[in-house]
């Protein structure tokens, strides 16, 4: 009797499971042998409707918004690949505006800079790997996403040129599950850019201690911000973008994050490096399916430019109410940096209204610091040393 209670309850579990699964876009290997009868491949693309081979939208004036995707329905997009011409510098990928909206809302759920979207920082392109996200060859021209958007009632996805000169081509593929409709709750898919060059702390900036003692900063404030969530949902990744003005170390700053309205950090790291799942100041790339350094400075000691990523795919941090996931900006915020970032997380509907895009002037990137400007720091310096001839520089 008791076998049979147990293999009743097992079936009873397995069949669960099975329509769980059955209701769930492919996300790992088992799934992809669960067949289907709920749901149609389609996709919107840029292909040449009159059978020729220009495959492309051409000449996107400076300041045109284009929709480059608008279905009706329920469904879910789970590809999406985007070329453009001219590469950068020619062009740059951080003044073209990328925004998605679910469900007929006029309000965008997705707003980003469409090169830091795909993990191309700045006006740059790189090769760049991980499992929701990639751009690949050539030169990381090739942008590419995986993350699972779902939609009950309609999606739209626009660009907008804000580079100050045409975009000569725009190739895409948008790739989607139509569906009868939409399972129960299926969080919608947002992301966010946000940057902001900070402010040193009043004492200099004073990492590691080599001014004098350092403060300290147990609630948080000033730190940067990665994202302000209000709804319920979970939080699924960040690309983060650091160009330092200096060659010191500029990862001693604790993600701080808050859930649920809470005013000390629900949890609370103990540097950059470690929440990005590395040590020890690491100036090397290093791909991972869910973390990583997709660009490294090649200046001196920290100096320049650095992008580094990570992806909760896995472990995703929950919330209810709300959350609000910060960063210092060196320990107790005492750095000058120029910081960007892309947020990403699901949450339930109803939409709230993203802060504000920075302007293209704000967000536009910081030159790179030279060897000759050291020099002139070091004249500076000797001066003020009362400029001795035989001044060395550690003194």
């Given at each position: 009797?008791?076998?049979?209670?147990?293999l009743l309850t097992v079936l009873m579990i397995s069949s669960l499971l099975?329509?769980?699964?059955?209701?769930?876009?492919?996300?790992?290997?088992?799934?992809l042998a669960v067949i289907r009868d709920d749901v149609r491949s389609r996709?919107?693309?840029?292909?040449?409707?009159?059978?020729?081979?220009?495959?492309?939208?051409?000449?996107?004036?400076?300041?045109?918004?284009?929709?480059?995707?608008?279905?009706?329905?329920?469904?879910?997009?789970?590809?999406?690949?985007?070329?453009?011409?001219?590469?950068?510098?020619?062009?740059?990928?951080?003044?073209?505006?990328?925004?998605?909206?679910?469900?007929?809302?006029?309000?965008?759920?997705?707003?980003?800079?469409?090169?830091?979207?795909?993990?191309?920082?700045?006006?740059?392109?790189?090769?760049?790997?991980?499992?929701?996200?990639?751009?690949?060859?050539?030169?990381?021209?090739?942008?590419?996403?995986?993350?699972?958007?779902?939609?009950?009632?309609?999606?739209?996805?626009?660009?907008?040129?804000?580079?100050?000169?045409?975009?000569?081509?725009?190739?895409?593929?948008?790739?989607?599950?139509?569906?009868?409709?939409?399972?129960?709750?299926?969080?919608?898919?947002?992301?966010?850019?946000?940057?902001?060059?900070?402010?040193?702390?009043?004492?200099?900036?004073?990492?590691?201690?080599?001014?004098?003692?350092?403060?300290?900063?147990?609630?948080?404030?000033?730190?940067?911000?990665?994202?302000?969530?209000?709804?319920?949902?979970?939080?699924?990744?960040?690309?983060?973008?650091?160009?330092?003005?200096?060659?010191?170390?500029?990862?001693?700053?604790?993600?701080?994050?808050?859930?649920?309205?809470?005013?000390?950090?629900?949890?609370?790291?103990?540097?950059?490096?470690?929440?990005?799942?590395?040590?020890?100041?690491?100036?090397?790339?290093?791909?991972?399916?869910?973390?990583?350094?997709?660009?490294?400075?090649?200046?001196?000691?920290?100096?320049?430019?650095?992008?580094?990523?990570?992806?909760?795919?896995?472990?995703?941090?929950?919330?209810?109410?709300?959350?609000?996931?910060?960063?210092?900006?060196?320990?107790?915020?005492?750095?000058?940096?120029?910081?960007?970032?892309?947020?990403?997380?699901?949450?339930?509907?109803?939409?709230?209204?993203?802060?504000?895009?920075?302007?293209?002037?704000?967000?536009?990137?910081?030159?790179?610091?030279?060897?000759?400007?050291?020099?002139?720091?070091?004249?500076?310096?000797?001066?003020?040393?009362?400029?001795?001839?035989?001044?060395?520089?550690?003194?």
């Amino acid at each position: 009797m008791k076998r049979t209670t147990l293999l009743l309850t097992v079936l009873m579990i397995s069949s669960l499971l099975i329509n769980l699964i059955a209701q769930m876009t492919v996300t790992d290997l088992h799934e992809l042998a669960v067949i289907r009868d709920d749901v149609r491949s389609r996709r919107v693309s840029s292909f040449d409707r009159s059978g020729g081979n220009n495959d492309r939208i051409e000449n996107i004036k400076d300041g045109e918004k284009r929709v480059i995707f608008n279905v009706q329905g329920a469904g879910m997009i789970n590809h999406i690949w985007i070329t453009i011409a001219p590469p950068p510098p020619g062009l740059s990928r951080n003044d073209i505006i990328l925004r998605m909206y679910w469900d007929g809302s006029n309000i965008p759920s997705v707003v980003s800079p469409i090169g830091p979207f795909f993990g191309q920082g700045w006006d740059e392109c790189y090769p760049f790997s991980s499992l929701p996200l990639a751009a690949g060859p050539v030169e990381g021209r090739a942008m590419v996403s995986y993350f699972v958007m779902p939609f009950a009632n309609g999606a739209k996805i626009e660009i907008e040129n804000q580079t100050g000169r045409n975009i000569d081509a725009f190739y895409y593929y948008v790739d989607y599950m139509e569906m009868k409709s939409l399972p129960e709750n299926m969080g919608r898919f947002h992301a966010w850019y946000n940057h902001e060059l900070t402010e040193a702390s009043e004492d200099g900036e004073n990492e590691w201690g080599v001014l004098g003692p350092q403060g300290k900063n147990p609630t948080g404030e000033l730190n940067y911000l990665i994202a302000d969530i209000k709804g319920k949902g979970h939080f699924v990744g960040v690309n983060y973008y650091v160009h330092s003005p200096s060659p010191m170390w500029y990862g001693e700053g604790d993600d701080m994050i808050f859930i649920d309205g809470e005013k000390m950090p629900t949890l609370h790291g103990t540097g950059t490096e470690d929440y990005f799942n590395t040590s020890w100041c690491p100036n090397v790339i290093f791909t991972h399916p869910y973390y990583g350094y997709g660009r490294v400075n090649e200046d001196v000691g920290w100096l320049g430019r650095t992008h580094v990523y990570r992806f909760h795919i896995s472990d995703p941090l929950y919330f209810d109410q709300s959350l609000k996931f910060t960063i210092e900006h060196g320990h107790n915020n005492c750095l000058t940096v120029d910081l960007a970032s892309v947020a990403y997380w699901y949450q339930l509907p109803p939409f709230n209204v993203l802060p504000p895009l920075p302007e293209k002037a704000d967000r536009s990137p910081k030159p790179f610091i030279q060897h000759y400007h050291m020099h002139k720091w070091r004249d500076a310096w000797r001066k003020a040393e009362g400029n001795d001839p035989t001044l060395w520089g550690n003194e």
